[in-house]
C-alpha cells in the first residue's frame, strides 16, 4: 500500500505535542493539533464578557500552547512563518476533523485511563487505514489496545519522539503483535527521509531502548560519583565533551529535563525490573529524594543541582549544589592529570582509550561508569534489541552521545574492556564472550566501505540495514583516498564524484585548506565529473583562520594578509568557473569564509540545521573571500526593472551588516545565502549522498563550464549617499560606534562599486579588488584587532 502523508492530527498540545505539531510544519505537512476545552474562565476572559462557549475560550489551552512553542528559543520552526501550516481546535468540536487526517499521533498525558478515553473518540472519527501512534515514554504500548477495532490494532504502534523533537534526532517506533509490519516499515522510512530521524525500532519493555539504557547511565553515574567521592564540578567535567557527550553533561542535563522526569522513569524501571539484573541500581539516592520534596527539580522551578544567582554587583553567577550539605556554593574550577593529558588528542576514539588507561580518580570514575555500562547494554540484547548498533543509534540520536555504548567499548577493545571491567566486578553477557572465542575482536567492523555489526544470532558481521542510503566518510577514508595534507582529505564517493573534506579544528579554512580546494579541482577536473565540498564533522566551517590574520596584523605583515586573502579569492573564483559541477554540503555553523565557499558552489544541497552566515563585521571586517562580491551579484540580479529605491542592495547590505546567521537552512534561502534553486536535507546522515546525487544530476545534464562575469550592476554615488547617511543616522542616534560606522561606511562602498556618477556595469574582478582594498585596510585599525582578539581569547564579541 501506498501510503503519503498530508495532514496529521496531534492530540494534546503541551511541550511535546505543540513541538511535534511544528516539526511536521517544517516539512510542509499540514497538521491539526487539538487539546482539552477549559473548564473555567480566566480573569481576564471574564472582563471581557466571555462565556465557556466561545471559541476563543475553547481553543484557549492548544492556542496558548502554540504560541509559547513558537515563541521559545530555540525555535522548534525552520521559519516562523511555517506555523501557519498549523491549525488548532479542540477535542469536543474538532475531533471529527481527524478523518481528514492520514496519521494522528496521541501526545496526551502519560495516563493510561485518559489515553483509551480519547481513543474511544478517536475510534468513532478516524479514518480507516490511516496511522494510529502514541507518544508515551513509558506506558507499554499493547496495553493501549485493549477494547480497540481490528483496524485500530493492524495501524496502531508507539512513535516516541525525543523533547526538543526538531534537535534530537531519536524516533524511537515500537509495534505490538497486532501491528502491521507495513505500519512499521512505513514509519521507519518516513521518520529518516522526511522527519530527518534516526528511527530506531523498539521493542515494548519498559522505558524502551534509549530512556532504559540512558537512565541507567545516570543512575550508574550517581553511584560512581559516591564511590569515587567527586564533586558535581567534578562529574560534570568528565562526563561532557571530553568524552563525546553533551556540554549539559550529567547533572546540567538533569536540571534541563527535570528531576522529577528522571525519577518518574527509574521509578518506573524499578517497578517493571524484576528480571533486571540492575534494579536495584534504580532506587532514587536519598539526597535526590530530598531534592524532589524540596521542589529542587532543576530548570523548571529555579534551582536543582545548579542555582543562578547575582552577586553583589549584579553580575549572574552560577552556584553548584554540595550534596554533603546540601547547601549551594560557587563553582569550583576542575583539574585533573588525566584530563590535562586527553586535550591533545582530536580523536575521540583515542582520546577515550587514553582516558580509560590513566589511573587517577578521574579515570577511575569514568571506567566505573564504562563497565557498568558494558555489562548492562550487553544483558540487555535480546531483551529490548536483537541488534547491537539499535542500542548506539538510540543512545547517539536521543542523548547527544558522539558514540555508542558499544562504540564506546571497541574504542577501548572489545577483549581488553572485557578483561578489565571482570577485574573491575563486572561481567559481560555470555554471547560477547563467544563472539572473542571466535577471534572476533569488536563489535563494528568496515569492509569495503561499508559498516557492518556483529549479529548474535548468526554469529557473523552483518551490514546495518538502510546504511547504503548513507555515504559514511569515516568509511571510506583509506583505501578510497585520492590525496590529502594535514587540513584536508579528498575522497573517491564514487561514481565519478570527489568529495573534498575539511579536519582542521572547528573545520576553519587556512592554507592546507585553501590548498586541499585547488587541489581537489585540478584532480576532479582531470579524473572525475563532480565534486563535493562536505564532511561527518559536527559543523560544516567555523570560517576562516582569524588568528592566522590576527598575528599578520600584529606585525604588519599587509603583503602576506594581501596574498592570503587573494589566495582564498582566486580558490573561490577557480571553485565557481571550474570545468565540473561543484556542490556545497553545509551544517551546523556555516560561517564567514565557510558560507562564502557556499555561495561560489553551483549548487548547495544543506542540511536543515545550517546556520549560516557572513560574521566578519562581528571581528571588524567585511566578507574578504568573495562574500561582498557575491551577494552584491546576487542583489544585483534581483533588481526590478526601473527600481531605483535599492531595496535589495540595501537587504543584503543590512544581513552583512548586522551579521545575520540564520536559525535553519530555511533562513538561509530567506537570508539570500542560498537560493531558491538549492536544496534542503531533513536528515543530516544522508547530506553527502544527498550532494552526490545532485552533482550527478549537473553532470549529467551536460555541465558546461560558466563564463566569469562582467555586467554586475553597481549603483555608484547614489546608493552609496543612501547607505552613508543611513549609517550616520544610526551612529548619531548610537545604534553603532566609531568602528561600526567605519566598516559599514567600508562596505558600502564596495557593494555601490565605489565612488561611480552613475549604476554601472563591472565585472566580478573589479568587485574583489575593491572587497580586498577595503578588508586589508581594516586589518590595519586597532578596534579591529581588539575585537579578533576577544574572539580569540573569550569567543565573544566585542562592540567596541
Known amino acids: 500500500m501506498k501510503r503519503i502523508i498530508k495532514k496529521v492530527a496531534v492530540l494534546g498540545s503541551g511541550v511535546m505535542g505543540s513541538r511535534i505539531a511544528c516539526h511536521f510544519a517544517n ?80 501526545v496526551v498525558v502519560e495516563n493510561l485511563k485518559i489515553k483509551k478515553i480519547v481513543y474511544d473518540q478517536v475510534e468513532q472519527h478516524r479514518k480507516p487505514g490511516t496511522l494510529i501512534t502514541s507518544n508515551t515514554s513509558g506506558i507499554p504500548i499493547h496495553l493501549m489496545l485493549e477494547g480497540r477495532s481490528d483496524d485500530f490494532k493492524k495501524h496502531f504502534c508507539g512513535s516516541h519522539f525525543f523533547n526538543p ?65 567527586l564533586t558535581i564540578d567534578e562529574v560534570d567535567k568528565i562526563t561532557g565533551p571530553i568524552v563525546g557527550r553533551p556540554k549539559s553533561a550529567t547533572f546540567r542535563t538533569l536540571d534541563v529535563v527535570g528531576l522529577d522526569t528522571t525519577v518518574n522513569v527509574a521509578n518506573g524501571l524499578y517497578q517493571a525490573g524484576e528480571k533486571d539484573e540492575s534494579r536495584d541500581l534504580f532506587k532514587i539516592p536519598d539526597y535526590v529524594q530530598k531534592m524532589v520534596e524540596n521542589k529542587w527539580l532543576g530548570d523548571k522551578t529555579g534551582q536543582g543541582f545548579y542555582k543562578k544567582t547575582k552577586d553583589a554587583k549584579g553580575k549572574t553567577e552560577i552556584l553548584t ?4 550539605t546540601m547547601e549551594y556554593g560557587p563553582k569550583q574550577k576542575v583539574k585533573f592529570q588525566s584530563l590535562e593529558a586527553l586535550k591533545p588528542i582530536d580523536d575521540l576514539r583515542k582520546r577515550i582509550k587514553a582516558f580509560s588507561g590513566q589511573t587517577d580518580k578521574a579515570a577511575q570514575f569514568f571506567n566505573e561508569t564504562l563497565f557498568g555500562l558494558f555489562q548492562y547494554v550487553s544483558n540487555r540484547i535480546p531483551e529490548i534489541s536483537d541488534e547491537l548498533y539499535r542500542i548506539d543509534d538510540a543512545l547517539r540520536a536521543g542523548f547527544g552521545w558522539e558514540l555508542g555504548p558499544f562504540e564506546y567499548w571497541d574504542a577501548i577493545g572489545a577483549r581488553e574492556g572485557v578483561q578489565r571491567m571482570i577485574e573491575a566486578g563486572y561481567k559481560p553477557a555470555p554471547w560477547v564472550e563467544e563472539m572473542l572465542n571466535q577471534q572476533k575482536e569488536s563489535f563494528y567492523i568496515v569492509e569495503n566501505g561499508t559498516r557492518r555489526y556483529y549479529d548474535i544470532d548468526t554469529k557473523e558481521y552483518k551490514a546495518i540495514p538502510g546504511a547504503e542510503n548513507f555515504i ?87 603583503d602576506e594578509i594581501n596574498f592570503m586573502i587573494k589566495q582564498f579569492q582566486d580558490t573561490m573564483m577557480r571553485m565557481r568557473y571550474s570545468a565540473i559541477p561543484v556542490v556545497g554540503a553545509p551544517h551546523g555553523l556555516t560561517l564567514g569564509g565557510g558560507c562564502e565557499l557556499n555561495l561560489h558552489c553551483d549548487h548547495v544541497q544543506a542540511a536543515a540545521e545550517t546556520y549560516m552566515g557572513l560574521v566578519e563585521f562581528g571581528v571588524g571586517l567585511i566578507p574578504g573571500g568573495g562574500g561582498t562580491k557575491e551577494m552584491t551579484m546576487r542583489a544585483a540580479d534581483m533588481y526590478a526593472e526601473g ?51 545532485q552533482a550527478i544530476l549537473l553532470a549529467e545534464a551536460g555541465y558546461t563550464q560558466p563564463v566569469q562575469r562582467t555586467n554586475i550592476k553597481v549603483q555608484g554615488r547614489g546608493a552609496l549617499g543612501m547607505f552613508l547617511t543611513g549609517a550616520n543616522a544610526m551612529y548619531t542616534g548610537r545604534y553603532m560606534s566609531e568602528h561600526d560606522l567605519k566598516i559599514s561606511q567600508k562596505l558600502a562602498y564596495v557593494m555601490c562599486g565605489g565612488d561611480l556618477s552613475a549604476p554601472t556595469e563591472v565585472s566580478e574582478r573589479y568587485l574583489l579588488d575593491l572587497e580586498r582594498e577595503a578588508f586589508l585596510s581594516l586589518t590595519g585599525e586597532r578596534k579591529t584587532l581588539e575585537r579578533i582578539q576577544s574572539i580569540l581569547t573569550t569567543g565573544k564579541p566585542l562592540r567596541n
Open 472 to 558: 559514511i566518510l569515516n568509511n571510506l577514508r583509506g583505501s578510497n583516498t585520492v590525496w590529502k595534507n594535514s587540513g584536508v582529505t579528498l575522497i573517491d564517493i564514487g561514481d565519478g564524484i570527489l568529495n573534498v573534506e575539511f579536519h582542521t579544528k572547528m573545520n576553519t579554512i587556512g592554507g592546507d585548506v585553501v590548498a586541499g580546494l585547488n587541489k581537489g579541482v585540478d584532480i576532479a577536473e582531470k579524473e572525475f565529473r563532480g565534486m563535493v565540498v562536505g564532511n561527518d564533522a559536527a559543523n560544516f566551517s567555523a570560517g576562516a583562520n582569524v588568528a592566522l590574520i590576527y598575528m599578520y596584523a600584529l606585525e604588519q605583515e599587509y
Open 165 to 229: 523533537p526538531r534537535y534530537l534526532k531519536l524516533l524511537e517506533v515500537i509495534p505490538t503483535p497486532e501491528t502491521d509490519r507495513e505500519v512499521v516499515d512505513f514509519l521507519m522510512h518516513y521518520g529518516d527521509l522526511y522527519l530527518g530521524k534516526t528511527t530506531v525500532l523498539a521493542k515494548d519493555t519498559p522505558a524502551f531502548i534509549a530512556n532504559r539504557v540512558g537512565i541507567y547511565g545516570i543512575m550508574q553515574t550517581l553511584k560512581a560519583m559516591e564511590k569515587t567521592g
Open 321 to 324: 549544589l554540595d550534596l554533603n
Open 27 to 106: 516539512i510542509g505537512v499540514k497538521v491539526l493539533l487539538l487539546d482539552i476545552v477549559p473548564k473555567e474562565l480566566t480573569p481576564d476572559e471574564e472582563k471581557k464578557g466571555l462565556t465557556l462557549e466561545n471559541k476563543n475560550v475553547r481553543n484557549r489551552i492548544v492556542n496558548s500552547s502554540l504560541q509559547a512553542a513558537v515563541n521559545s528559543n530555540p525555535s522548534p520552526l525552520y521559519r516562523k512563518s511555517d506555523a501557519k501550516l498549523i491549525q488548532t481546535g479542540n477535542f469536543e468540536d474538532n475531533m471529527k476533523d481527524i478523518a481528514t487526517a492520514d496519521w494522528t499521533i496521541e
Open 643 to 693: 527600481d531605483i529605491e535599492y531595496n535589495d542592495l540595501k537587504n543584503v547590505f543590512l544581513t552583512i551588516g548586522m551579521a545575520k546567521v540564520s536559525t535553519s537552512a530555511k533562513e538561509a534561502i530567506d537570508l539570500g545565502y542560498m537560493r531558491k534553486s538549492d536544496a534542503i536535507t531533513i536528515n543530516s546522515n544522508r547530506l553527502i549522498a544527498d550532494a552526490k546525487a
